[in-house]
């Protein structure tokens, strides 16, 4: 069912999406897919593990159900007809053991399998150090339907090599290498000579330095410093999907509704972009350095971080997916609690 709620991903994807976040991360080169299966909520454990060079994330899924639409449908009315035919056919490549898994929101699903084909060797050579494993389906105690997955990302500094690559290589094109600056806020002219620095010097953006996952981002001290502010002070990534869904909701901000939720951002200074949100949804913090800003991804004196993301665009419809299960076969846990899936991801990572 972890299967399932792999597809889930897919379930509120968007051409809207900044991907160039997911990008920077490694995790942008991975495609994202449209779907029909869905979650309410997912639920993250995560660990960097630097004697074996390995980092393992355990991600629950909870609140399972087949959504109305296997098209784009990120804040749209969504079909009001369930779609057989997609959930099946999501069901049937889940049930085979196809690699999918989705991150933090039903909006970022990737498939490995595709992944590992892609015509860009670094592409391909970073699909392939990573491995999802599913869990079986089961009922949580508040009844709702739920899976899980375990995730496994094998050398993590030759992970970070293809990264660093991909990144120059979407760097050397002058414009993506602007809307990088932009979204990072390193828009004054000493920010702008430090990138063309780095990417004159072929510097390293992405590295693994003594079990610390570091991001490097030239930038003078002020935007530096504003760039520190803002990933401290970025909301949550569920309130920040809920404001833009009601926004979307209320016409773009024309409505009375939506010009109270704009005048709310702006008041409390909360316009982050995603990039940001994610940043601070991932737990990663950032320290001043001479030539800028390094955004720790991972401390080696950090212990296992858990997280969890929580939402749900307004006016979506849902179909119980319990009745494709038992079509299937699908045996539907009911002792799977906290402390077993913890216990889960102890064991697994110790393998």
């Not at 099946?88 to 992944?115: C, H, M, Y």
């Amino acid at each position: 069912m972890d299967a399932v709620s792999r597809r889930s991903v897919l379930g509120t994807a968007s051409r809207r999406t900044p991907r160039r976040a997911f990008a920077a991360c490694a995790l942008a080169t991975f495609a994202l897919l449209a779907g029909c299966l869905d979650f309410d909520e997912q639920e993250i454990r995560v660990a960097y593990d630097a004697k074996n060079d390995r980092i393992d994330a355990q991600l629950v899924y909870r609140g399972l159900y087949s959504a109305g639409s296997s098209g784009w449908r990120c804040f749209e009315i969504p079909a009001e007809k369930d779609d057989v035919e997609g959930t099946q056919r999501q069901l049937d490549q889940l049930q085979t053991g196809k690699p999918i898994f989705a991150l933090l929101n039903s909006v970022w699903q990737f498939d490995l399998a595709e992944l590992r084909e892609s015509d860009d060797p670094q592409v391909a050579a970073l699909a392939s150090l990573v491995t999802v494993d599913v869990g079986a389906p089961f009922r949580d105690v508040d009844g709702r339907l739920c899976g899980w997955q375990h995730l496994r990302v094998r050398d993590v500094h030759r992970a970070f090599e293809l990264c660093d690559g991909l990144f120059r290589a979407k760097l050397a094109d002058g414009k993506e290498a602007e809307l990088y600056r932009r979204e990072f806020g390193c828009g004054s002219r000493v920010s702008a000579a430090l990138w063309a620095a780095a990417l004159e010097k072929r510097s390293r953006w992405f590295e693994a330095v003594e079990g610390t996952l570091l991001w490097h981002v030239p930038a003078s001290e002020g935007d530096a410093l504003a760039l520190m502010k803002r990933i401290e002070r970025a909301p949550s990534l569920e309130q920040y999907l809920a404001r833009a869904n009601a926004e979307k909701w209320s016409d773009a901000g024309e409505s009375a509704k939506g010009r109270e939720v704009q005048r709310s951002a702006e008041a409390t200074g909360d316009n982050h972009d995603t990039l940001v949100v994610l940043l601070h949804a991932l737990g990663v913090s950032a320290r001043r350095t001479a030539s800028g800003v390094d955004l720790v991804l991972w401390d080696p004196k950090r212990a296992p971080q858990e997280g969890r993301c929580a939402w749900r665009p307004a006016n979506s419809a849902r179909w119980d997916l319990a009745p494709y299960l038992e079509k299937r076969r699908m045996d539907v846990r009911t002792d799977v609690t906290d402390e077993s899936l913890r216990r889960d991801f102890d064991e697994r990572r110790a393998r």
